[in-house]
């Protein structure tokens, strides 16, 4: 028997869920990880230590594949179930504009060196 199509807020709630779960073997690998000092020393003794060099792995594995799953499934998703497209269109240069300027101050890059700010639409 075939399920019918899920609705746009449940996929979304699905893959919150899913998120949710990849954050908690995130979190995991983060205390494990960061329970002690990284530092060059560290990073040195990683090819006589495969514990440490596991823990190390399974940090990135699972930072990039929540990363990748909110980007790629998640937040299209919930621009979905709020029916969107105007006022969350706007929410999503404003990320851009606002991750652009984290960037310049973090990192203290000039402004030549990074793509311009979006420009936003004026509401009427």
Known sequence: MLQPSLLPVDRFLSTLEIVRREGEHLAYSWRRLYAHPIDIDWI???KDEPE???QLEAFVSRFGRMQDTIADKLLPR???ALGIAR???LMLMRTYNRTRDDAR???ALPDVRLPSELSLPIQP
Request: hydrophobic share 45%; glycine share 0%.
């Open 44 to 46: 040195r003794r990683l």
């Open 78 to 80: 919930w621009l979905l």
């Open 105 to 107: 101050q973090r990192l």
């Open 87 to 89: 006022e969350y269109s």
């Open 52 to 54: 440490a060099a596991e």
